[in-house]
């Protein structure tokens, strides 16, 4: 259900591969997505992350409600611990994650995107939180991370109306980061990733770290967070070398 590929040394593709569901989450997809981002997130050789999917007209089509419409309560309860960790893990890798979103991507899909730092869509891709219009919530993040990503009253309108909207709309809504032609978000998001991986390794996940935690703190707070990731990352070999490396105008070998 999922595939991990390497592209150089640094940045791993995390894809969706269960197509005959379109890529639809499962318990057993929840503990698969909970297990690959927890061996991601202890390989320091890791820079960043893409997520993907094999299939060319959906990234993630949401709950596998097949499954769910057997549950009984306790069932429920069950599958929601499990899934809740899936969601977590794309939320928690210490390195950024790219989503690169073809073809639908709604309820948990659009939430696993909306779990990542950055978002590019195909001109082609569909988005939703349609969870209202079946009887629950989004909950994967999305009442959290979309508000915290378009505002208030955008969010509003997207998760309580339950529509679809285009990648073009997303764009002009601020979920999608960057609007490309259909079926190159893959080759845009590596791009993307390969850039960041270049990077100081140390100071990308301390600056993740500061956005992350301070995003939900004021300013003072948030201040305070910033402070302690740059001193983390002043005093590290990363610095000494990136230092160097401009006064000899020389491509940094990052320490890490």
Request: proline share 4%; with cysteine; charged share 25%.
């Amino acid at each position: 259900m999922l595939q991990l590929t390497r592209h150089g040394e640094h940045v791993v593709e995390l894809t969706l591969d269960r197509p005959d569901a379109m890529n639809a989450i499962s318990t057993a997809f929840s503990e698969q997505i909970t297990a690959a981002t927890a061996e991601l997130a202890r390989d320091a050789s890791v820079r960043a992350v893409v997520l993907t999917s094999s299939h060319p007209r959906a990234f993630c089509v949401g709950a596998d409600l097949k499954e769910r419409n057997g549950f009984t309560d306790a069932q429920m309860m069950d599958h929601r611990l499990v899934s809740k960790l899936a969601y977590r893990g794309v939320l928690d890798l210490p390195v950024p994650a790219v989503a690169a979103v073809e073809g639908y991507a709604l309820g948990g899909g659009m939430e696993i995107a909306l779990s990542c730092d950055l978002i590019v869509a195909g001109a082609e891709a569909t988005l939703a939180l349609p969870e209202v219009g079946v009887g629950v919530i989004p909950g994967g993040g999305g009442t959290q991370l979309l508000t915290r990503r378009v505002g208030w009253s955008r969010a509003a309108s997207m998760i309580l109306t339950a529509r679809r909207f285009t990648a073009e709309q997303g764009r002009e809504l601020g979920v999608v980061d960057e609007l490309v032609e259909a079926g190159s978000a893959r080759e845009r998001a590596l791009e993307l990733a390969g850039g960041i991986a270049r990077n100081s390794p140390v100071a990308v996940r301390n600056a993740k770290k500061a956005m992350r935690l301070g995003m939900g703190t004021d300013l003072a707070a948030g201040l305070e967070i910033e402070d302690g990731c740059w001193r983390a990352t002043a005093f590290s070999a990363d610095r000494a070398e990136g230092v160097a490396a401009f006064a000899e105008k020389r491509t940094p070998q990052w320490p890490g």
